[in-house]
């Protein structure tokens, strides 16, 4: 299908395991963005990578890694999980840079025990 | 660095009537942009409306407008004939020419749309 997707939709993991969340689009968008969603904090940024093999830390970086090979596929890893990386996690893509709108993915859900 | 506040936690109107949500941001930027955000129940986030801060003409698009005040640096999203599917959380946003199209949200606002 067209456009921005993400799995798993819904992820339950225990606290030291390592979970990758997948983004892929199919716009061959430039721009790609990982934000976390939490109560009274609306979305913020985790990483970023505009093309690929190039990426950059956004405001909320510790505890994740992010690769992109390919222009299509942007990963995040949580290398062992904690309570405080609860969240829902949203991808985002957008075609150049800031002057673009980015279009999001239907987000993740994931619950760390 | 950005900032986007959101001051209206939570906002409600009656089906059919006209409802102002408030935003006001902050940014050194010379060149930036400004979003509205629509999230349903679904959690999709949708894209309601965008501004570039260069033009002094307010972005319209059907039923949702803004009222951009680029000295006072206010932005607020004007919501006409409410319907019912415009319940949902709404989120400011902004980005600018060297944060490299990183957004800044703000908190979100619940407007709930009663029949």
């Known amino acids: 299908d067209a456009g921005i997707t993400q799995s798993p939709r819904y992820k339950i993991t225990e606290t030291g395991r390592q979970v990758t969340l997948m983004c892929h689009q199919t716009w061959s968008h430039s721009y790609m963005f990982w934000y976390r969603q939490d109560l009274g904090h609306g979305l913020r940024l985790i990483y970023y990578?505009?093309?690929?093999?190039?990426?950059d830390k956004g405001e909320v970086p510790d505890g994740y890694v992010v690769s992109r090979s390919k222009t299509e596929n942007f990963p995040l890893t949580l290398e062992s999980a904690t309570r405080s990386q609860t969240s829902v996690y949203f991808c985002?893509?957008?075609?150049?840079?800031?002057?673009?709108?980015?279009?999001f993915g239907p987000g993740t859900r994931l619950l760390v025990l | 660095a950005q900032t986007v506040t959101q001051s209206q936690p939570e906002m409600s109107v009656q089906e059919a009537e006209t409802v102002t949500l408030s935003c006001t941001y902050d940014t050194s930027e010379s060149n930036y942009y400004l979003f509205w955000y629509k999230q349903p129940p679904s959690r999709q986030m949708i894209l309601v409306i965008r501004q570039e801060a260069y033009k002094q003409q307010n972005a319209t698009e059907n039923r949702f407008s803004v009222n951009f005040q680029k000295a006072a640096k206010s932005f607020s999203l004007k919501i006409s004939d409410s319907q019912l599917g415009d319940t949902a959380m709404y989120f400011c946003a902004a980005t600018g020419g060297t944060s490299y199209g990183k957004l800044t949200f703000g908190q979100g606002t619940i407007l709930t749309v009663h029949p």
């Open positions: 985002a893509s957008s075609e150049f840079g800031f002057q673009e709108t980015q279009y």
């Open positions: 990578s505009a093309a690929a093999d190039i990426t």
